[in-house]
């Protein structure tokens, strides 16, 4: 296992190919574990799709990866199993009519139920409640989402949540089961300048702790391992920038995309 605990993250001439064409062609990264990694580029170029792709939930088309070693696309069910997914749209979006409590003790169900030891549901009811409860409140300050702090606390809708806190809300919930990558789409979108900044730091902060974060944004950070979609080729070290070639002429969507090239 990769020390920290997040996992490290090593691609060459990854491409992923479409009816429509290609989502994205010709990227090379290498970053290290507990890596603030940002996926680049206008709406529509490859950024969900690579996201994916680097997640175990989308096949490659050409090119290798190895994410904690697991190699991509040969061992995509491992990689989904050590990578979380906080908000990508057309996917995994929160539901709007439940709270936030719902949410969160939906999460830890199923954590409970199907990312753990078999032993763990053996259990007395009270014992896995109060475990439960530890990875909630453990979830929830990492991603610094207070209950306190929300107009009816942990029964608030999400349809009233504001845009920081709905990001800060599914970040918590991908953090119940303890990923070594977690993946954030649309990591700026609808942010005001102080928004970004603090959404930013968050995931630095999660970075630092040593869990591996990638981020699909409109505008990369400064430090961040950056891959490029919709630009030049090149490549890109842990400590630099990685640009890729897309040649998709066609916005899609993640459910688009799923059908193209096949879902895990």
Request: aromatic share 2%.
């Amino acid at each position: 296992m990769d020390s920290p605990h997040g996992a490290s993250v090593t691609a060459e001439n990854l491409g992923l190919k479409g009816p429509r064409g290609w989502a994205f062609r010709g990227l090379d990264v290498d970053a290290a574990p507990g890596s603030l990694m940002a996926i680049e580029g206008p709406s529509g170029s490859g950024r969900t799709c690579l996201l994916l792709a680097l997640t175990g939930r989308m096949r490659l088309t050409e090119g290798q990866a190895k994410v904690g070693g697991l190699r991509l696309p040969r061992k995509m069910a491992a990689v989904r199993r050590i990578a979380a997914l906080g908000q990508v749209p057309g996917v995994n979006e929160l539901d709007p009519a439940f709270t936030v409590t719902e949410h969160l003790r939906e999460r830890a169900l199923l954590q409970r139920r199907f990312g753990g030891a078999l032993r763990a549901l053996l259990r007395p009811r009270a014992e896995r409640a109060a475990t439960a409860q530890e990875r909630i409140d453990a979830a929830l300050e990492a991603a610094g989402l207070d209950l306190g702090t929300l107009p009816k606390g942990g029964r608030t809708s999400v349809r009233d949540l504001e845009r920081l806190e709905a990001l800060r809300l599914s970040i918590a919930l991908a953090l119940i089961g303890g990923p070594r990558l977690l993946a954030v789409d649309d990591t700026d979108l609808k942010l005001s300048d102080a928004e970004r900044v603090a959404a930013w730091e968050l995931l630095r902060s999660l970075a630092d702790g040593g869990t591996t974060v990638l981020a699909v944004c409109s505008q990369a950070p400064a430090g961040a391992v950056t891959l490029r979609t919709g630009s030049a080729s090149g490549t890109a070290p842990a400590t630099g920038s990685t640009d890729g070639t897309d040649e998709t002429t066609t916005e899609k969507g993640p459910a688009d995309a799923f059908a193209e090239t096949g879902r895990a």
